[in-house]
């Protein structure tokens, strides 16, 4: 089935005049801040520079994606911005403000990029988490802490752009995190800004703890934010969502389908379902009596403990640990034994819980035919591993 590189090729030839914007045009700008336009984009927003010559550019230079985001990308990204720099619908849109942040001390991952799509309208893309594990250790902690510092970022960032660009409508959007931040800046903006926002696009992100939810500031926009999530998510079903979802057919399945080259397009939209799968309820329903369960402080020991573990050898990207396998699988578990008593069972009972807890959302969902099967075969794993401690 089609997808956002098919709708590129059939739609690229006409301009946001002729064929107003749309919800996958609002994937494939959230995509865009994938790429590393380091050098190429200027961050503070004095020089804009049309997509076609920052593609130039990028391609001159045989920039390789396993320095940007590493594993989570692939030649798809390639392929979309050669097609979307030779159309007329995205050639001449402008980028600028192109911010890449990645700060161990702060455990911040943080890259967005603003793109002036015509008619003094602004899309504001935010990056999800990329290939760092200070990025994934911060998406962990965004079920200890109320605020995130990539969220104070997007904040920060999308008042400076809206500030410098006063009379122009604004969008804003993300995939995975990004569409997290994209809403969480929407709802915390300024007054001023907050009223020209036309709609905000969570692209299968994760949702806020309840306090957030709760908050006037989010109530103000929720009406304007779209949240799109495949058929069987499980990143957009994180935490909570006070806004409805809309159901996308995607042409993968289970986690791979968060990658968003795999929702299926036709038209000018994505092909809408009218619910998720059993599989995402059971992810959705487990995940959440998990957290539920379990303090906050124990959710920061375990986070704490598991990225102390995976960060063995002075790794930083999944890469780093792709390309040491044996190697680095040896580490954690030296570095895993190594490990004061209480980190020890601070990891051990958190994974024995999630573990307990999805059993028990399998036998709740209505799933005899499938699971009928695997039960037995889960549970005797688990007492393996009763009886091993």
């Not at 969480?184 to 994760?206: L, T, W």
């Not at 779209?226 to 499980?234: A, E």
């Not at 957290?291 to 050898?313: D, H, P």
Request: hydrophobic share 35%; proline share 2%.
């Amino acid at each position: 089935m089609a997808n956002i590189i098919d709708y590129i090729i059939w739609r690229g030839d006409l301009s946001f005049e002729t064929a107003p914007f749309n919800e996958v045009d609002n994937l494939i700008l959230s995509e865009l801040s994938y790429l590393n336009f380091e050098g190429i984009v200027a961050g503070d927003g004095d020089k804009e520079i049309p997509l076609y010559k920052a593609a130039e550019i990028y391609f001159n230079e045989e920039r390789d994606l396993e320095h940007n985001t590493g594993d989570l990308t692939d030649e798809n990204f390639y392929k979309m911005l050669k097609l979307m720099a030779e159309s007329k619908r995205y050639g001449e849109i402008r980028l600028l403000y192109y911010v890449k942040k990645t700060d161990t001390l702060k455990e911040m991952q943080f890259s967005a990029i603003t793109l002036d799509i015509g008619n003094k309208t602004l899309f504001i893309s935010f990056r999800g988490t990329d290939d760092t594990l200070i990025g994934w250790k911060e998406d962990f902690m965004m079920s200890v802490m109320d605020v995130v510092p990539s969220q104070k970022e997007a904040l920060k960032y999308f008042n400076k752009v809206a500030d410098n660009y006063m009379h122009h409508k604004l969008y804003l959007g993300g995939h995975s995190k990004g569409g997290n931040l994209a809403v969480y800046s929407a709802a915390y903006a300024k007054a001023r800004n907050k009223a020209r926002i036309i709609n905000i696009y969570n692209n299968d992100g994760p949702g806020f703890k309840e306090t957030i939810l709760e908050t006037k500031n989010y109530m103000e926009i929720s009406d304007r934010i779209i949240t799109l999530v495949p058929q069987s998510s499980v990143i957009g079903m994180l935490l909570e969502h006070e806004e409805n979802y809309t159901v996308l057919r995607s042409n993968q399945k289970g986690i791979m389908q968060h990658d968003g080259f795999s929702w299926e397009v036709k038209g000018p939209k994505f092909i809408h379902l009218k619910k998720v799968t059993r599989e995402s309820v059971i992810a959705d329903k487990t995940i959440k009596n998990f957290l539920n369960g379990i303090s906050v402080e124990r959710r920061r020991e375990f986070t704490n403990a598991l990225f102390e573990i995976v960060s063995t050898n002075e790794y930083t990207t999944l890469t780093d640990i792709r390309d040491s396998r044996w190697k680095a699988f040896t580490a954690m578990i030296k570095t895993y034994d190594k490990l004061d008593a209480d980190l020890k069972k601070a990891v051990k009972n958190t994974v024995a819980l999630l573990l307990n807890e999805g059993m028990r959302n399998i036998i709740k969902v209505d799933y005899p035919d499938e699971w009928r099967g695997k039960l037995p075969k889960i549970n005797k794993l688990i007492q393996q591993r009763r009886r091993s401690e």
